[in-house]
């Protein structure tokens, strides 16, 4: 019973809850620059030198006009113009960067991930980006709820039980607490 409970609460907690926003093309421009050195090292330990002082976030506005925060940790995919059928729009892979560049003309992200090449898309093909983040609060909400759901369901369903020693003659329909320490929940 243990290793199942573990599986499913690692498993709520990996899959975790995101929200994924819009973001302008015009947005995406705030994003030129952005560098994360600390990031870089994690990908090969080459050409970085430490302690030199970088902005390692840069904000961006949603289409509803809220500010998010992006880092190299913020998974951001690009989006091109609605087309018919949907399944043909064009659509870049979610990847986390630890370089940006942006200009009227083009996109280019260096990804986080060692062994891919750079994303280098024209802005003409761009609608908006599509920026994921993270929620831990709703995370711990949804992994709680369902915490508590499956505890008042064992607790619910121990009380409509009644331990029977299998002489078939029990009055049914609750637990004898005076046999109680003769039947303990094991876990």
Do not use: W
Request: hydrophobic fraction near 40%.
């Amino acid at each position: 019973m243990r290793p199942c409970a573990a599986l499913i609460a690692v498993s709520l907690l990996s899959s975790s809850c995101t929200t994924t926003y819009a973001i302008p093309r015009s947005e995406l421009t705030r994003l030129d620059g952005f560098k994360d050195d600390n990031a870089a090292i994690l990908k090969e330990l080459g050409d970085v030198m430490l302690n030199r002082p970088n902005d390692r976030r840069r904000a961006v506005r949603d289409v509803d006009g809220e500010t998010h925060q992006f880092t190299a940790d913020t998974p951001l995919a690009l989006v091109g113009p609605p087309t018919e059928p949907e399944a043909e729009r064009f659509q870049t892979e979610e990847q986390r960067f630890i370089q940006v560049a942006v200009d009227a003309t083009r996109f280019q992200g260096v990804p986080l991930k060692p062994d891919t090449a750079p994303l280098v898309v024209p802005m003409a093909q761009v609608d908006h980006g599509r920026l994921r983040e993270f929620s831990l609060g709703k995370t711990l909400l949804l992994t709680g709820g369902i915490g508590l759901a499956v505890l008042a369901s064992v607790v619910t369903l121990g009380l409509l039980l009644d331990p029977t020693d299998g002489d078939g003659g029990g009055d049914g329909g609750g637990i004898d607490f005076d046999r109680l320490p003769d039947h303990r929940l094991r876990f």
